[in-house]
């Protein structure tokens, strides 16, 4: 089984400012059709899940611009440019190359 | 709008069944894959199963397989998922989701299965 490996685990962040979330897999989400299948998910409190991003950097219809995808092979990022009060939840990183697996979490709060 | 409605969690004993139901609207359901997903109580998000189009190809989390059954029935809409032996550890939200791009775009708000005596 593919391994999704996020880091940090908590993320205190202030209002305004930058945040980055960490995903790592155990080996290449390179998939042999050419595409590389990392997903990222919001999770806000209470609430289903929400997809973001989908093959490392397409944001979902009605996503804010201020969410962003990259990264390549076993190494990618989620960005946040301006972390709003809105954003408070967990984000999850999700592999759909081998099968689907998700990472364990980020849990984003404000400072 | 899409819109996916999960029904059928509720109180089981270990050892049981149960069989849970997704309505979909706002899409054409025959076209896309369909999933179930799951999350134990403050616990994180696990892929159960996928299935194709029209029922031919199924896949299942291999800690699973033989235990729960996806299907589909496109004249009616809708997704199931049939849970058999069902465990202490199966205690989850089940959530039924349209896939698109091999990861899950849309989702339902989810059904409460707790497996208890």
């Known amino acids: 089984d593919v391994v999704m490996t996020q880091s940090p685990l908590s993320l205190p962040v202030t209002l305004g400012q930058p945040a980055s979330i960490s995903c790592r897999s155990s080996?290449?989400?390179?998939?042999?059709?050419?595409?590389?299948?990392l997903a990222w998910f919001q999770q806000r409190p209470g609430q289903s899940p929400r997809r973001l991003i989908y093959?490392?950097?397409n944001r979902d219809s009605g996503v804010p611009d201020r969410f962003s995808g990259s990264g390549s092979g076993t190494d990618f990022t989620l960005k946040i440019s301006r972390v709003e009060a809105e954003d408070v939840g967990v984000y999850y990183c999700?592999?759909?190359?081998?099968?689907?697996?998700f990472g364990q979490g980020t849990k984003v709060e404000i400072k | 709008e899409v819109q996916l409605v999960e029904s059928g969690g509720g109180l089981v004993q270990p050892g049981g069944s149960l069989r849970l139901s997704c309505g979909a609207s706002?899409?054409?359901?025959?076209?896309?894959?369909m999933s179930w997903l799951r999350q134990a109580p403050g616990k994180g998000l696990e892929w159960v199963a996928n299935?194709?189009?029209?029922?031919?190809?199924?896949y299942y989390v291999d800690s699973l397989k033989g235990r729960f059954t996806i299907s589909r029935d496109n004249a009616k809409n809708s997704l199931y998922l049939q849970m058999n032996s069902l465990r202490a550890e199966d205690t989850a939200v089940y959530y039924c989701?349209?896939?698109?791009?091999?990861?899950?775009?849309?989702w339902g708000q989810g059904t409460l299965v707790t497996v208890s005596s």
């Open positions: 989701a349209r896939a698109y791009s091999s990861s899950p775009e849309y």
């Open positions: 706002g899409f054409t359901f025959s076209s896309y894959w």
């Open positions: 299935i194709n189009q029209d029922g031919s190809q199924k």
């Open positions: 080996q290449s989400l390179l998939h042999s059709d050419g595409n590389t299948y």
């Open positions: 093959k490392v950097s």
């Open positions: 999700m592999q759909g190359t081998h099968w689907w697996t």
